[in-house]
């Protein structure tokens, strides 16, 4: 089992910034892939950013590249998300996940354990 907790969210004008934090406890954390995903009001959740645990190689979705940086501190058990240059489309839910499914790593069956979640709005 591995738990996670997302920290870091709240509420930010357009073009601001904001570090989502997300700790891990329980088993190996840098045996996983770590991914983060968001899910807006009346939609689906969808794929935002991954890291695997095999490289430093970084993933993204076109609608975050270039604004927002996931990384991982093995040492302390922590996922991030920095996030720059922030929209309102950015707004939703975020949560972090952790998994080995090797189902993509863009994919949501990949990831076995899964965050509450942070709120993140961005008003205009």
């Known amino acids: 089992q591995v738990q996670l907790v997302e920290s870091g969210g709240g509420l930010v004008q357009a073009g601001g910034s904001l570090r989502l934090s997300c700790a891990a406890s329980?088993?190996?954390?840098?045996?996983?892939?770590m991914a983060w995903f968001r899910q807006a009001p009346g939609k689906e959740r969808e794929f935002v950013a991954a890291?695997?645990?095999?490289?430093?190689?970084?993933y993204y979705a076109d609608s975050v590249k270039g604004r927002f940086t996931i990384s991982r501190d093995n040492a302390k058990n922590t996922l991030y998300l920095q996030m720059n240059s922030l929209k309102p489309e950015d707004t939703a839910v975020y949560s972090c996940?952790?998994?080995?499914?090797?189902?993509?790593?863009?994919?949501?069956?990949?990831?076995?354990?899964w965050g509450q979640g942070t709120q993140v709005t961005v008003s205009s």
């Open positions: 329980g088993r190996t954390f840098s045996n996983y892939d």
């Open positions: 890291i695997p645990w095999t490289n430093g190689n970084t």
């Open positions: 996940a952790a998994g080995r499914m090797g189902l993509g790593i863009m994919s949501l069956r990949s990831y076995t354990y």
